[in-house]
């Protein structure tokens, strides 16, 4: 069984910074996808990025490119989520997630983590 613990999170002024993190526990880590979704109040659950297996191969949702930076401690089994110049609409629950279908499919997902970001 594959758990995903998240820290990291809470309130932040706009254009600060926040890093999150998602230890898993098992050993299908290092050959998984991990990925960052968001959910804000009233909408659906947003793609945020994900990260390949060996730290490569990242993609960012185009509303956070450039300020969003995933990466991944396989030897840690942890991925982070570090998120610069935070802008109000950045705020929701934040969700990591493991992919063992490389992306196309998401089969753990951590606790959530709130993102408030004050304008």
């Known amino acids: 069984q594959v758990q995903l613990v998240q820290s990291g999170g809470g309130l932040v002024q706009a254009g600060g910074s926040l890093r999150l993190s998602c230890a898993a526990s098992g050993l299908i880590f290092g050959y998984s996808v991990m990925g960052w979704f968001r959910q804000a109040p009233g909408s659906e659950r947003e793609f945020v990025a994900r990260?390949?297996?060996?730290?490569?191969?990242?993609y960012y949702a185009d509303s956070v490119k450039g300020r969003f930076t995933i990466s991944r401690d396989n030897a840690k089994f942890t991925v982070y989520l570090q998120m610069n110049s935070l802008k109000p609409e950045d705020a929701a629950v934040y969700y990591c997630?493991?992919?063992?279908?490389?992306?196309?499919?998401?089969?753990?997902w951590g606790q959530g983590t709130q993102v408030t970001v004050s304008s």
């Open positions: 997630a493991l992919s063992r279908a490389g992306g196309s499919t998401w089969d753990y």
């Open positions: 990260i390949g297996w060996s730290g490569g191969n990242t």
